[in-house]
């Protein structure tokens, strides 16, 4: 009866040991998996980095082109101002110079 115990101990024995490397090879397989995910994860966060980036330098250049465009605005604002005064100016001189060789030719022949 001893010796069926003593065969009975080594196949449990053996049955855990069995087990145990079973445990081990899926505990290292987990452990992979682990360092395949945090590198999946590392790559994605430069990617999303690279996105963010892109993103802030997109809404700079957006400001900037609202800038510019306020700008040009308030120029052809003032461009539509100076072009007013500048025909006055201009008319003003002709009716000048006009008036000025009017004068000139009466005295000529008078």
């Known amino acids: 009866m001893e ?7 080594a196949a449990l024995l ?3 040991n069995v087990e145990s490397t079973n445990v081990a090879r899926s505990m290292r397989q987990i452990h ?4 395949d995910l945090a590198s999946l994860v590392e790559s994605q966060q430069e990617t ?3 996105v963010e980036e892109h993103a802030y330098n ?5 400001q900037r082109g609202v800038s510019h465009l306020q700008k040009a605005k308030d120029m052809m604002k003032d461009g539509m101002r100076n ?4 025909r006055v100016f ?4 002709g ?3 006009l008036m000025i060789a009017i004068v000139l030719l009466l005295e000529a022949f008078y």
Not at 58 to 62: E, G, K, R
Not at 83 to 86: D, L
Not at 90 to 93: C, L, P
């Open 48 to 50: 999303v980095d690279a």
């Open 83 to 86: 072009e007013g005064f500048m």
């Open 3 to 9: 010796l069926n115990q003593i065969d009975i101990d």
């Open 58 to 62: 997109v809404h700079d250049n957006a």
């Open 32 to 35: 992979e998996i682990n360092l």
């Open 14 to 16: 053996q049955e855990r």
């Open 95 to 97: 009716v000048g110079g």
């Open 90 to 93: 201009f008319v003003v001189m």
